[in-house]
């Protein structure tokens, strides 16, 4: 019978640690990849926050530009 092998381990950089199961447990591209998700939640939140500060400022435009009595 066949007997079942553990798969051999790459040699990542930045990675030296490996769990139970052979999986890696850090390595540098997934931090990245953590770190650029970040960033992008950030822009987002930027972006948002500009629209909403302009609508607020249209707003007060229109409304400071009103002709008073009609």
Same mark, same amino acid.
């Given at each position: 019978?066949? &007997?079942? /092998? /553990?798969?051999? #381990? +790459?040699? $990542?950089?930045? @990675?030296? =640690?490996? !769990?139970?199961? !052979?999986? =890696? %447990?850090? @390595?540098? $591209?997934?931090?990245? &990849?953590? +770190? #650029? =998700? %970040? #960033? #992008?939640?950030?822009?987002? /939140?930027? +972006? ?11 707003? %007060? ?5 009103? /002709?008073? *009595? *009609?």
């Amino acid at each position: 019978m066949l &007997k079942l /092998r /553990r798969k051999p #381990q +790459r040699n $990542y950089p930045d @990675s030296d =640690r490996f !769990g139970e199961d !052979g999986l =890696r %447990l850090y @390595s540098a $591209y997934e931090a990245a &990849k953590v +770190r #650029q =998700r %970040l #960033q #992008q939640g950030g822009m987002k /939140r930027i +972006r948002a926050a500009a629209i909403v500060l302009a609508a607020i400022a249209f707003v %007060l435009l229109v409304i400071a530009f009103q /002709r008073p *009595g *009609g």
